[in-house]
């Protein structure tokens, strides 16, 4: 069967990566009818805005995508398009695995943590003001002039609908996929309304799952220690969207790094695969960064469009350029300057010819 997928390159290194994964995917056997769809600051002068329509239009068509990285300017210029796609489609789940891989330097072996972080709500809502705007005085005003006269404001939203439908997603993965437990994680001791009503939802749908799947929370700055002491306690994470953020990097981190750590975005209806790294635009044409986080992020798509078979080929032979160490960008060597390091594309290279020989094995 052939499947229609939207392919967003991205900007900054997302267009050579994606070339690769493209390549690579072609190379799986599975039938898939790419569509391009360019979003990101390369076509803001081409489109007058950085996420065209005819991009929303492409993955709600499609329903499937897979996106390069895109820049997002700090503190001035557009708003993240990469957030906004999320708020757009309603892609309320951001699913993040982060699984240790033989060859991969690592501190941590045997690392299977899976994060499933809130990706619509929260302060990443896109709700503030800056200091003296008359919308940040009144909130200053409604506070009782508790807040200083020259704040900038970012509002928390974190609704029970929110909490509770990312808590159902967290519970049922855990169920369908042979997990043991879900841990929800937040501030509450501090923010007890906003994160006080996270804890609430995910409490009330993990009674649907009692006796099936345990259930647990943890603080977020207690967890960050728990998990760089004894990950090996955990399994499932369900969180708020900023906590879910930086607890993806420090999980990336635990098992080697931006370099090779996939993600999803999951609707009710639309899926949009892609890395947690960002564009690394220092490195922008040199092929030089690692194609693995997004190529990790293409084998999940293939098991969504349930492409078991070219998933597994495609993760197999990941997993052996990883172990053999050889056909590895920077990133993966012993030191950054290492001369053997090998680009981009050849590394894509090596994980077809990986799935030549498995193939040829058989
Ligand atoms: P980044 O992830 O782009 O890069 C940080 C550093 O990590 C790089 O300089 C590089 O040393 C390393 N790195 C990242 N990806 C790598 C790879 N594939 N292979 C090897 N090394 C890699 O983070 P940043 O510099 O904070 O962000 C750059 C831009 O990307 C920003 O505009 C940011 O907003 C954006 N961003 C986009 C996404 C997304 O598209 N989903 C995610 C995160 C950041």
């Known amino acids: 069967m052939t499947h229609r997928v939207t392919l967003i390159p991205g900007d900054g ?8 994964v493209r390549k690579v995917v072609d190379a799986t ?14 076509v803001l002068s081409k489109y007058g805005t950085p996420l065209p329509e005819q991009v929303l239009q492409s993955i709600r068509k499609n329903k499937v995508a897979i996106k390069g990285p895109i820049t997002t300017p700090i503190g001035t210029g557009f708003r993240s398009v990469n957030v906004a796609l999320r708020k757009e489609l309603d892609l309320y789940v951001c699913f993040r695995p982060c699984k240790s891989y033989a060859g991969v330097r690592s501190r941590f072996q045997n690392i299977d943590l ?4 809130e990706n ?24 009782g002039n508790k807040i200083r006269k020259d704040s900038a404001i970012s509002i928390k939203p974190i609704s029970k609908t929110g909490s509770a439908r990312i808590a159902r997603f967290a519970f049922d993965y855990a169920l369908k996929n042979h997990r043991k437990k879900v841990t929800a994680v ?66 990336a981190g635990l098992v080697g790094g931006l370099g090779v750590a996939p993600g999803a975005n999951f609707g009710d209806e639309i899926a949009l695969f892609e890395a947690i790294h960002g564009s690394a635009p220092k490195y922008t044409g040199l ?9 990790l992020s293409a084998k999940l798509m293939l ?11 495609l993760e197999e032979a990941i997993q052996t350029v990883f172990a053999k160490g050889k056909d590895v960008t920077y990133d993966m060597k012993p030191f950054p300057n290492d001369p053997t390091a090998v680009g981009t594309r050849e590394m894509g290279d090596a994980i077809i010819r990986e799935m ?6 058989k």
Request: glycine fraction near 6%.
């Open 114 to 117: 899976i994060i499933v972080r």
């Open 120 to 143: 619509t709500e929260d302060l990443y809502a896109g709700i503030e003001w800056s200091s003296g705007a008359p919308e940040a005085n009144q909130v200053i005003q409604l506070s």
């Open 303 to 313: 098991d969504y469009l349930k492409e078991f078979e070219a998933a597994q080929k």
């Open 356 to 361: 030549k020989v498995a193939v040829s094995a």
């Open 29 to 42: 056997g599975a039938q898939i009818d790419w569509e391009i769809a360019e979003a990101g600051s390369d």
């Open 186 to 251: 937040t501030k509450a001791n501090i923010m007890k309304c906003t994160d006080g009503l996270f804890f609430d939802a995910a409490r009330e749908v993990a009674k649907e799952y009692k006796g099936k799947i345990e259930y647990e929370e943890r603080l977020i700055d207690n967890m960050c220690m728990q998990l760089v002491q004894k990950p090996e306690l955990y399994d499932v994470m369900v969180l708020p969207n900023l906590y879910g953020d930086i607890l993806s990097d420090l999980c």
């Open 287 to 295: 092929n030089k960064v690692n194609p693995s986080a997004c190529l």
């Open 13 to 20: 290194t997302g267009p050579e990566i994606m070339d690769v």
